[in-house]
């Protein structure tokens, strides 16, 4: 009965449920982006080096702009940063949609965008991890973090297999519809309310770097972030899937989407299944198992060459990963002191975004060189060498037990 009444609470906090509602749209069109993104660069040049260098794109506008990203989300409302992030996005899909250029201008204009995406990140994704806490008690946020993740989940799996089909009509088809979603989740965006953040400290290179020194002094936020950073990074094999599916598995476009909506069917399941029954207890062992599963299925989806075998392994991969974002996010969030959440998001994000975009580019540089296979097989085990070092290293994040102390 408590966990049915702490579900009814959270769905009746209205502006949790708009930022909800307004990121299910937008990474269902994120997700069909990518899909676009990721296939029509490969199919003009065939090359994983410029698929990886979408990822590196993306990034280093994300570790460029960390430190002016965290301090605007702290002085700033969250919700219109959001907005805005997202309405930019927006921009760029109406730009993909209407590029009539030849082949070698369409690849200069995917990796100028690209570029372009990772800086609307930079701020959006510090700004959507700080906001949450000011809109649901900190009592429902493990289970608002869960809950949350059940619904992007859902968007993850909706939009690569829509994007998958859509782009069966053209390239253009899928950035005009990703468009329309932007600017529904930029609408609901600016319905949020909450409070306007406190005047902070004036602008100094002391208060730009107070989340990276916050982040260093505290070993299990450290641990827990870096853990996913170099898990994911040698892990991720999200960049390699057009090969995958057009040379390996001799799929078209559609199973290229259903390969990325894999890892989000998992997910969904594993995020459902924790907003029911949210970790209590071990949640240090519990990350570190779910990491180490994560590259066991790593490893069977690099050496798999049977599609439906592909597709359980990376679900099992989602299902992994989940665990590790509800615990890391849950623990960055209440242990951070709300003026310093955007800048210690901020630095979060960093490593996310090192784990996925980097990751990307990764992938696709050791491909040119082991071909994907190896590629993926040599980041499965990397992945798991990564485990057992961190549980030698982060002691008090391999002992964690509850992810809510008492107190608060």
């Not at 460029?64 to 702290?74: K, R, Y």
């Not at 082991?370 to 590629?375: A, C, E, K, Y």
Request: hydrophobic share 60%.
């Amino acid at each position: 009965m408590i966990v049915v009444m702490s579900t009814r609470e959270l769905l009746a906090c209205r502006d949790f449920m708009r930022l909800w509602w307004a990121r299910l749209a937008g990474v269902a069109a994120s997700q069909m982006m990518l899909v676009a993104i990721g296939w029509q660069m490969y199919d003009l040049t065939g090359s994983a080096w410029d698929l990886g260098l979408v990822g590196l794109l993306q990034f280093l506008p994300a570790l460029a702009l960390v430190l002016v990203a965290g301090h605007v989300v702290d002085r700033h409302h969250r919700a219109r940063i959001v907005a805005l992030c997202v309405a930019a996005q927006g921009l760029v899909a109406l730009a993909l949609a209407a590029a009539p250029f030849d082949a070698l201008s369409q690849r200069t204009l995917l990796l100028a965008l690209s570029v372009v995406l990772g800086a609307v990140r930079a701020f959006q994704m510090p700004a959507q991890q700080a906001l949450v806490p000011l809109l649901v008690p900190p009592v429902l946020l493990p289970r608002a973090m869960a809950f949350s993740s059940a619904g992007l989940q859902g968007a993850i799996i909706a939009g690569p297999a829509l994007g998958g089909f859509v782009y069966v009509a053209g390239a253009s088809a899928v950035y005009g519809l990703c468009a329309a979603l932007f600017g529904v989740a930029a609408l609901l965006c600016l319905g949020i309310r909450h409070a306007d953040p406190p005047p902070g400290q004036p602008v100094s290179l002391d208060t730009l770097l107070a989340g990276v020194r916050y982040v260093q002094q505290n070993k299990v936020v450290l641990g827990a972030i870096s853990l996913d950073l170099f898990a994911v990074l040698f892990g991720g094999a999200v960049a390699l899937l057009p090969m995958f599916a057009k040379d390996i598995l001799q799929v078209g476009p559609w199973g290229l989407g259903l390969l990325r909506s894999a890892p989000a069917l998992g997910a969904l399941a594993m995020s459902m299944a924790l907003t029911r029954w949210p970790i209590a207890h071990h949640a240090g062992p519990k990350l570190f198992a779910a990491i180490a599963v994560f590259g066991l299925a790593t490893l069977i989806f690099g050496l798999s060459t049977h599609f439906l075998l592909s597709m359980a392994a990376l679900c099992v991969t989602g299902a992994a990963d989940m665990v590790s974002i509800v615990v890391r996010q849950t623990m960055i969030q209440l242990e951070t002191p709300d003026d310093m959440r955007g800048r210690v998001s901020a630095v979060a994000s960093v490593f996310i975004g090192a784990s996925n975009q980097l990751g990307e580019f990764e992938s696709g540089a050791t491909a040119a060189w082991l071909g994907p296979v190896g590629s993926v097989v040599l980041g499965g085990a990397g992945t798991l060498l990564v485990a057992a070092l961190w549980w030698r290293w982060f002691p008090a994040l391999a002992r964690r037990d509850a992810l809510v102390q008492d107190g608060r």
